[in-house]
């Protein structure tokens, strides 16, 4: 299903680029990426993608071609390890740390990658003549449902920029005419202090992954007249609302109405309840607590939809830290700074971040081997830890 709907993307725009690659200044056809495909080797169980390049896109479609899973991850990501095999009909599996901050694989057969896809592109307006700039994580739910297979399955070029920084942005600016920008409040609060957005040829610009604050919003739409659009989604059903309109908001809870063909309600609990088409198919470790059946993903967010059918998000619950739109598992961070060989014990939490854009920030408190010193340990978990994934607050118990 998968394969032959990008067969068709790919032939009716052969000669349309498709990938500008910010980090070679190449740029690929869907002609190119299409016979790039076709000529990667045989696919003989799931494929890890890694994102960073262009290769990540070739990857995920040798996988379809072969029917095969896709899992992807970021560059320098440890393999994953599924604790099940994925079920018959699997073409994707994310990886998410989840609301309760333990990292699980999340499974999707070609329908449900379609149905969001399809979604997305049609309530936002994405088209082929204008690019997405791939700046957030491509491996992550967000930028794989709204950079990712836009590209694939509707022919939305994307280009790919490895760095978010200011100037970077500011050269894409001056290559494109008109392009859509997903990206995280961090990005948006950088841009704005950076003084870039100002006539910049944004024609959709996206907020996901943490809140957006209004102060931000407003002070973006009231220097340069761009509204930032909120969306909300989650890694088990892809997108759910959007904000649409053309004013800034004037509550920071408003997410914006349902996406078409999603439903929104409230649980007794007060937790969102979301039914689609799009909802995963289960989790690689099925769990007593399991928030994902017959179509249905139960959040870990607070809220409700009010009297004008926009939702409305007033909490969250779950251990998983959110670093400037990244969810972090503290489980994860435990394992490796215990992998380290300098501890005897250690917890991680998130603690607010003085940056509202940044929303948290992560904190360790950790209990040293004899001998060993905080200095080495910070050292040490360079190596198990991506830069966002490092503690910034130590405590020696």
């Keep these: 299903m998968l394969y032959p709907r990008w067969l068709e993307t790919s032939k009716r725009f052969a000669k349309q680029p498709a990938l500008f690659d910010g980090a070679t200044g190449e740029v690929w056809t869907f002609g190119d990426l299409a016979a790039r495909a076709a000529a990667a080797p045989k696919a003989e169980g799931p494929v890890v993608a890694r994102s960073g390049s262009t290769e990540f896109f ?28 994925p079920p018959n009909g699997t073409m994707l ?66 280009h790919l920029l490895p760095v978010p920084f200011p100037r970077a942005l500011a050269e894409v600016f001056q290559q494109h005419q008109s392009l859509v920008l997903p990206a995280v409040p961090a990005m948006w609060r950088a841009w704005h202090r950076a003084g870039i957005l100002n006539n910049a040829p944004i024609h ?51 997410t914006g109405t349902p996406l078409p063909g ?14 689609s088409d799009s909802v995963a198919l289960g989790y690689d470790e099925p769990r007593s607590s399991d928030s994902v059946a017959s179509g249905c993903h139960l959040t870990h967010d607070l809220g409700h939809l009010d009297e004008r059918g926009r939702v409305r998000l007033t909490g969250t619950i779950g251990g998983a830290i959110n670093v400037a739109g990244r969810k972090i598992s503290p489980a994860k961070v435990e394992v490796a700074l215990m992998a380290t060989g300098l501890l005897d014990g250690v917890r ?15 904190s360790a408190s950790v209990r040293l081997l004899e001998g060993a010193t905080l200095d080495q340990l910070k050292l040490a978990a360079t190596g198990h830890l991506a830069n966002w994934e490092l503690p910034r607050h130590w405590e020696i118990r």
């Excluded at 407003?218 to 309109?245: P, W």
Aim: include cysteine; proline fraction near 7%; charge should be negative.
């Design 204 to 254: 959709l610009a996206l907020s996901a992954g943490a809140p957006l604050a209004l102060e931000l919003e407003h002070a973006v739409f009231e220097q340069t007249g761009l509204k930032i659009r909120n969306f909300y989604g989650a890694s088990e059903c892809g997108g759910i609302s959007y904000d649409a309109t053309d004013q800034p908001r004037g509550s920071a809870d408003d």
């Design 262 to 275: 999603v439903d929104v309600s409230t649980s007794e609990a007060g937790r969102l309840l979301v039914t």
């Design 93 to 158: 599996v994310k990886q998410t740390p989840g609301a309760d901050g333990i990292p699980r694989g999340i499974f999707f057969d070609g329908q449900r990658l379609v149905a969001d896809a399809d979604r997305l592109v049609a309530a936002m307006g994405l088209t082929p003549a204008r690019p997405n700039l791939g700046v957030i994580s491509l491996a992550h739910s967000y930028g794989f449902s709204n950079v990712v297979l836009p590209l694939l399955f509707h022919g939305v070029p994307v």
């Design 58 to 85: 070739v990857s995920i479609l040798r996988a379809w071609r072969d029917g095969q899973a896709a899992i992807p991850v970021e560059l320098a990501a440890a393999k994953p390890l599924l604790r099940s095999a």
């Design 348 to 362: 991680v939490k998130g603690v607010p971040s003085p940056d509202a854009e940044r929303v948290q920030e992560i």
